[in-house]
């Protein structure tokens, strides 16, 4: 008599391996939406690997519909399955299948197509993901490589650049001659520079303003400014010490351009010491006074004299006869020393002021000024060129 619980066990099992041909049918009809195709979980069945043969496990439970003898120890072989003698193989599909083994086979169809269906979510989300994650990687990139989008007025802009770059790169460079009259200038003197500036491109005079610069209290100072027409200018300035100077051209379409700055020197002059002279006009006399309020005729000498030229001389007139170069009277120039004398004895002293005239602090009560020589015996000393 036919093992019935068996039976029924084995139909069961029967059923779930119909399921998984229906399943591997319909995957094969209807591809993954990822365009590969995912082969459904086989259900009851079990390979096992042993040696270079092949086990299958079949009986009860594995979706066959025969019980199968087990295997005797250190049997390595393929089990074969048992059927009683003279009874016909099952009728294959799930129409001759009973109810029960059909309600079972229903319930494993829809677990294993929701399991099918979770994996397959499972697998778009991670492709959606991955998806989003290459396109924002391909943004940073092309934000990176700005191969955005420009706007009319940002296109405009990126085509009028090259231009303006092209108009700054086209700009000359000029070059300037320059000559300047004397670099050692007696103090109170006209310094002349000369500059003619050329355009290089076509050896032609370029157009433009040249200025003359001074180096002053860590700046360059323009003293004098000229355009340049047809030719040369000429530049002019008065510096009252030793300097450095510079011609500095700017015109359009060429580079501004400077020369090479020269040094100036300024040496003392009889003009600088006169101009010392003056800023004292109207000063007391007071006997012994050597400045800067009042004087005597010695000490107004001796001040002006180491103001403007940095000369020292002695506080007595007698001894400031013995300083500096003897002139003859004839050939005296303004900022020589006057020296008065009652023999040869200098009683009196004075700066010599032009046609005639000197500037000193006379007596007590007078002041320092400009008065007419009143006596012939006098020397002249010459301590300035």
Same mark, same amino acid.
């Given at each position: 008599?036919?093992?019935?619980?068996? +039976?029924?066990?084995?139909?069961?099992?029967? #059923?779930?391996?119909?399921?998984?041909?229906?399943?591997?049918?319909?995957?094969?009809?209807?591809?993954?939406?990822?365009?590969?195709?995912?082969?459904?979980?086989?259900?009851?069945?079990?390979?096992?690997?042993?040696?270079?043969?092949?086990?299958?496990?079949?009986?009860?439970?594995?979706?066959?519909?025969? !019980?199968?003898?087990?295997?005797?120890?250190?049997?390595?072989?393929?089990?074969?399955?048992?059927?009683?003698?003279?009874?016909? *193989? !099952?009728?294959?599909?799930?129409?001759?299948?009973p109810a029960r083994t059909r309600q079972l086979t229903s319930?494993?169809?829809?677990?294993?197509?929701?399991?099918?269906?979770?994996?397959?979510?499972?697998?778009?989300?991670?492709?959606?993901?991955?998806?989003?994650?290459?396109?924002?990687?391909?943004?940073?990139?092309?934000?990176?490589?700005?191969?955005?989008?420009?706007?009319?007025?940002?296109?405009?802009?990126?085509?009028?650049? !090259?231009?303006?770059?092209? *108009?700054?790169?086209?700009?000359?460079?000029?070059?300037?001659?320059?000559?300047?009259?004397?670099?050692?200038?007696? $103090?109170?003197?006209?310094?002349?520079?000369?500059?003619?500036?050329?355009? !290089?491109?076509?050896?032609?005079?370029?157009?433009?303003?040249?200025?003359?610069?001074? $180096?002053?209290?860590?700046? $360059?100072?323009?003293? +004098?400014?000229?355009?340049?027409?047809?030719?040369?200018?000429?530049?002019?300035?008065?510096?009252?010490?030793?300097? $450095?100077?510079?011609?500095?051209?700017?015109?359009?379409?060429?580079?501004?351009?400077?020369?090479?700055?020269?040094?100036?020197?300024?040496?003392?002059?009889?003009?600088?010491?006169? *101009?010392?002279?003056?800023?004292?006009?109207?000063?007391?006399?007071?006997?012994?006074?050597?400045?800067?309020?009042?004087?005597?005729?010695?000490?107004?000498?001796?001040?002006?004299?180491?103001?403007?030229? #940095?000369?020292?001389?002695?506080?007595?007139?007698?001894?400031?006869?013995?300083?500096?170069?003897?002139?003859?009277?004839?050939?005296?120039?303004?900022?020589?020393?006057?020296?008065?004398?009652?023999?040869?004895?200098?009683?009196?002293?004075?700066?010599?002021?032009?046609?005639?005239?000197?500037?000193?602090?006379?007596?007590?009560?007078?002041?320092?000024?400009?008065?007419?020589i009143w006596n012939s015996n006098y020397v002249v000393r010459?301590?300035?060129?």
């Amino acid at each position: 008599m036919p093992n019935t619980e068996s +039976d029924q066990c084995g139909a069961d099992d029967h #059923g779930r391996i119909q399921v998984a041909k229906i399943r591997r049918r319909h995957t094969a009809r209807r591809p993954h939406r990822t365009g590969s195709r995912r082969a459904l979980p086989r259900t009851g069945r079990c390979d096992t690997a042993v040696g270079q043969t092949t086990t299958r496990q079949s009986g009860a439970g594995t979706g066959d519909p025969y !019980p199968v003898s087990p295997a005797p120890p250190g049997f390595h072989g393929r089990r074969i399955r048992e059927r009683p003698r003279g009874e016909a *193989a !099952p009728i294959r599909g799930r129409a001759c299948l009973p109810a029960r083994t059909r309600q079972l086979t229903s319930q494993a169809c829809r677990r294993d197509f929701s399991t099918v269906h979770e994996h397959s979510s499972r697998r778009r989300r991670r492709t959606s993901v991955g998806t989003g994650t290459v396109a924002l990687s391909l943004g940073l990139c092309l934000c990176a490589g700005q191969l955005v989008a420009a706007s009319p007025a940002a296109a405009a802009t990126a085509t009028v650049t !090259p231009v303006t770059a092209s *108009a700054a790169a086209a700009k000359i460079t000029p070059q300037i001659a320059t000559k300047a009259s004397t670099r050692n200038l007696a $103090w109170g003197s006209t310094l002349k520079i000369t500059a003619k500036v050329i355009d !290089p491109a076509t050896g032609q005079v370029a157009k433009g303003t040249v200025r003359l610069q001074g $180096w002053s209290n860590g700046a $360059w100072r323009t003293w +004098d400014t000229d355009t340049v027409k047809g030719g040369a200018v000429t530049l002019t300035a008065k510096p009252t010490k030793t300097v $450095w100077v510079r011609t500095l051209f700017t015109g359009t379409g060429y580079n501004q351009q400077a020369t090479t700055k020269v040094k100036v020197k300024v040496r003392a002059s009889g003009a600088k010491v006169l *101009a010392e002279a003056k800023k004292h006009k109207g000063a007391l006399y007071l006997f012994g006074a050597a400045g800067p309020k009042r004087f005597d005729c010695s000490g107004f000498t001796k001040y002006v004299y180491k103001k403007a030229a #940095g000369k020292s001389l002695p506080h007595k007139a007698n001894s400031q006869q013995k300083y500096g170069k003897s002139v003859a009277k004839s050939n005296k120039k303004i900022g020589d020393l006057i020296i008065f004398r009652n023999g040869s004895y200098g009683y009196h002293a004075g700066i010599y002021a032009g046609n005639g005239y000197v500037y000193d602090s006379p007596h007590s009560g007078a002041r320092v000024g400009k008065h007419k020589i009143w006596n012939s015996n006098y020397v002249v000393r010459r301590l300035v060129a």
